[in-house]
């Protein structure tokens, strides 16, 4: 079982930046990559970065690609995203997500995931 606390969020300007952090514990060894998601109103929750655990390989939504920046520490115990250049579309809220199945990007099984945090862009 993994355990997941995002902290972080909050009202960003538009134009400005955000950083975004989770804090995992338990265990992790079947953890295969952390990810995070976002939902919007009438939306469903989507992929919008992941890093894998073996080999660090990142990967982005396109909607994101170039603003957002996903990193995650040695000891899988912190992944962050960092956001830049946000716009009023970045709002939503973001979950952390400890994918064991390593399926492909955005999947939304297989997961354990963050209670969520609140980022609103103005």
């Known amino acids: 079982h993994v355990q997941l606390v995002e902290s972080g969020g909050g009202s960003g300007q538009a134009g400005g930046s955000l950083r975004l952090s989770c804090a995992a514990s338990?265990?992790?060894?079947?953890?295969?990559?952390m990810a995070w998601f976002r939902q919007t109103p009438g939306s469903e929750r989507e992929g919008v970065a992941e890093?894998?655990?073996?080999?660090?390989?990142?990967y982005y939504d396109d909607s994101v690609k170039g603003r957002f920046t996903i990193s995650l520490d040695n000891a899988r115990k912190t992944v962050n995203l960092e956001i830049d250049s946000l716009i009023p579309e970045d709002t939503g809220i973001y979950y952390c997500?400890?994918?064991?199945?390593?399926?492909?990007?955005?999947?939304?099984?297989?997961?354990?995931w963050g209670q969520g945090t609140q980022v609103t862009v103005s």
């Open positions: 997500a400890a994918r064991f199945r390593g399926d492909c990007f955005g999947g939304l099984d297989g997961n354990y």
């Open positions: 338990g265990s992790k060894s079947s953890v295969r990559s």
């Open positions: 890093i894998y655990t073996s080999g660090g390989r990142t």
